[in-house]
């Protein structure tokens, strides 16, 4: 059981720290991370890791309560006992999950002051979402005239900020090189390619408040840039006219299948997903029996419309402390991963719909 002071990682988002309070009625932990700011998680969301050994940035070990040790273990002991000169590092055990294994990485810019896009500055950050630890190399600048901005190393599922960016630096940001090696430490691992990313960022973005938005790794609206989507983009940018030309003119002719009309799809499906749209009284029924109702009512709309390819469904279920929305996004990268969706107009419905199109 995690108790207050234990230091854990999140399961289902970046980041962790140590646990400031619990709460056992809710089953829910706060923690503070590495910028001492509080963050309430579902207990269950977590996972306990060794404290942090400030000197080596390890987490620590100890032996003192246990009966029996590994080989291994046995081993740091001694080496602690007889040769406590030497510094001896623990890795701490790095809990991968099956998406990880693709690498994943972004640039996160926030605004230190959203409602004054046009004069407040920016914070940067890295995010690793892999099971990989990234070295990293970030420049900007044009031509010979660059400059490293910063460079490291980052674990695994870890997020960290890079740098600060004032107004009047932003032009400089125009053209970006980022370089990144992924590899794991002490295991068997599928090595993947090196980047190396040239990203031209639209400074024009960073005065527009649309451009900064929900997502999966900050509370915060931010924007975000995919560093491997862009690398897999300038492929694409790397083909010659001259080869496209000539692709065009010997590609090989295929017989076409005779076009029949398509049923025409309907507008827009709303479905209303507040528990006191489907149900006259909530009396009797606690939080789970409500979440359950709602669910209910997600699977029902789904299956009704399962056969029209391309409908659209936008499910309102309000913004709340998003338990509802968050079980929704489960079921639809398990259960329904062959459906597309979105975050519904935000004009129309604010941060409180998904946008589910049927394919």
């Not at 809710?26 to 207990?43: C, H, Q, R, S, T």
């Not at 980052?154 to 370089?179: A, C, F, G, H, Y």
């Not at 299948?257 to 909530?282: A, M, S, Y």
Request: glycine residues 4%; negative net charge; aromatic residues 10%.
């Amino acid at each position: 059981m995690i108790k207050k002071g234990d230091t854990v990682r999140f399961l289902n988002a970046v980041g962790g720290g140590v646990v400031t309070r619990v709460d056992e009625i809710k089953k829910m932990l706060y923690v503070e991370d590495a910028d001492g700011f509080e963050i309430p998680v579902l207990e269950k969301e977590c996972v306990m890791v060794g404290a942090v050994n400030k000197e080596t940035n390890f987490p620590k070990r100890d032996f003192s309560s246990k009966t029996e040790h590994t080989v291994a273990e046995k081993q740091i002991v001694e080496v602690d006992t007889k040769k406590p000169e030497q510094e001896t590092r623990s890795y701490e055990q790095i809990i991968e999950t099956v998406e990880g294994e693709t690498l994943k990485a972004f640039l996160a810019f926030f605004p230190q002051d959203i409602k004054q896009l046009q004069t407040t500055s920016y914070d940067c950050y890295l995010v690793n979402d892999s099971n990989y630890f990234l070295y990293y190399n970030i420049i900007y600048g044009e031509n010979n005239n660059r400059k490293s901005l910063s460079n490291g190393l980052i674990e695994p599922n870890m997020q960290e900020e890079i740098t600060q960016i004032s107004k009047d630096e932003l032009n400089s940001w125009e053209n970006l090189r980022v370089q990144i090696i992924p590899f794991k430490k002490n295991k068997i691992y599928t090595p993947q390619n090196v980047l190396d990313v040239q990203l031209k960022i639209n400074v024009v973005k960073f005065y527009k408040l649309h451009s900064f938005t929900e997502n999966d790794y900050f509370d915060d609206l931010a924007m975000i840039i995919d560093i491997v989507s862009e690398k897999e983009n300038q492929k694409l940018a790397d083909i010659s006219p001259l080869e496209i030309k000539n692709a065009m003119l010997h590609k090989e002719e295929i017989k076409r299948p005779r076009i029949t009309l398509r049923q025409q799809v309907p507008d827009v499906i709303e479905v209303d997903l507040h528990i006191n749209e489907l149900v006259d009284t909530t009396a009797g029924m606690g939080n789970a029996d409500m979440l359950q109702l709602q669910l209910t009512k997600f699977h029902a709309v789904l299956n009704e419309n399962k056969s029209r390819k391309g409908q659209k469904i936008v499910f309102i279920h309000g913004k709340g402390e998003g338990v509802l929305r968050n079980e929704i996004e489960k079921l639809l990268k398990s259960r329904y991963k062959t459906y597309y969706f979105q975050d519904a107009s935000f004009r129309e419905y604010g941060f409180g719909a998904t946008m589910v199109t049927i394919k």
